[in-house]
């Protein structure tokens, strides 16, 4: 279904003047090379380099249903100041709405999702406040604040 979804969107983009590019582990003998470009296995420390030069970060779903995990890249994208669009069906879709560097559409419409990618890696986006945003709510102590707090209120302490 992804490398599906990721040739079409690479065709469609391709038509909008603009190369789809992928990095990281996977089947992806399917990928079609004359619309998306695969860089291999990126580590996580060069990964950076790659979100600071790119136009876009890009998320598709397995399918149109709520999925049981976030996409975790969408918290590095937006570490990196990389605005992104988004198929729906995340935990944590509203990501895109509150830092407010991204799109979310409806899952399984890769012409609205080639569209808002040409939009995005065109608009003049505040990449400083979503860098804010994600690190003053999103880091990994941020989050145990939550379970500590939960774990001191019904425990003690």
Same mark, same amino acid.
């Not at 079609?32 to 790659?50: C, H, L, M, N, Q």
């Not at 990618?117 to 990994?140: F, S």
């Given at each position: 279904v992804l490398v599906g979804k990721l040739n079409l969107l690479g065709r469609m983009l391709a038509e909008r003047g603009v190369r789809l590019y992928m990095f990281g582990p996977g089947d992806v003998s399917r990928l =079609?090379?004359?619309?998306? #470009? %695969?860089?291999?296995?990126?580590?996580?420390?060069?990964? !950076?380099? %790659?979100f600071h030069h790119a136009d876009v970060g890009i998320v598709v779903s397995a399918g149109p249903f &709520?999925?049981?995990n976030e996409s975790t890249k969408i918290y590095h994208y937006l570490r990196a100041g990389l605005p %992104?669009?988004? *198929? /729906? /069906?995340?935990?944590?879709? %509203?990501?895109?709405? *509150?830092?407010?560097?991204?799109?979310?559409? *409806?899952?399984?419409? &890769? *012409?609205? &999702? @080639?569209?808002?990618?040409?939009?995005?890696? /065109?608009? =003049? !986006?505040?990449? @400083?406040?979503?860098?804010?945003?994600?690190?003053?709510?999103? #880091? !990994?102590?941020?989050?145990?604040e939550v379970y500590d707090?939960?774990?001191r209120q019904h425990f003690g302490g």
């Open positions: =079609d090379s004359r619309y998306v #470009t %695969y860089k291999g296995i990126i580590p996580y420390e060069a990964s !950076w380099d %790659y &709520m999925h049981n %992104y669009v988004s *198929e /729906g /069906g995340f935990p944590n879709d %509203y990501l895109a709405r *509150e830092s407010n560097l991204g799109f979310v559409v *409806e899952s399984g419409n &890769m *012409e609205l &999702m @080639a569209e808002k990618i040409v939009e995005a890696a /065109g608009k =003049d !986006w505040n990449r @400083a406040q979503a860098v804010d945003y994600i690190l003053n709510h999103h #880091t !990994w102590d941020k989050r145990v707090k939960l774990i």
